[in-house]
């Protein structure tokens, strides 16, 4: 059975951080590739950071360049997440997402900006 859980939302105060997880199972997690996606109330879900693999290189939504850093662990089949700098506007719902021979998504996790 395929499972992608995420872990590690909150409420968090603008200028905190947050770090994301996402763990896989059911599926070989180093052969697909893995994104995080988001969706705010009344918006689009929209991707907001994604890795390769092998090699993992990454791309990044203009507006969490510089302050978001995804990365993986195909040993412990795990994608992560790591927000800094964060502001009210990236409240959302987010997603993880594994892109390969098929496509899966995680339930999401809540990430609240606010003071």
């Known amino acids: 059975q395929v499972q992608l859980v995420e872990s590690g939302g909150g409420l968090v105060q603008p200028g905190g951080s947050l770090r994301l997880s996402c763990a896989a199972s059911g599926f070989t997690f180093s052969r697909y590739f893995m994104s995080w996606y988001r969706q705010a109330p009344g918006k689009e879900r929209e991707l907001v950071a994604a890795i390769a693999t092998p090699g993992g290189s990454t791309n990044y939504a203009e507006s969490v360049k510089g302050r978001f850093t995804i990365s993986r662990d195909n040993a412990k089949s795990t994608v992560y997440l790591q927000m800094n700098s964060l502001k009210p506007e990236d409240t959302a719902v987010y997603y993880c997402?594994?892109?390969?021979?098929?496509?899966?998504w995680g339930q999401g996790t809540q990430v609240t900006v606010s003071s």
């Open positions: 997402h594994a892109s390969g021979l098929f496509r899966y």
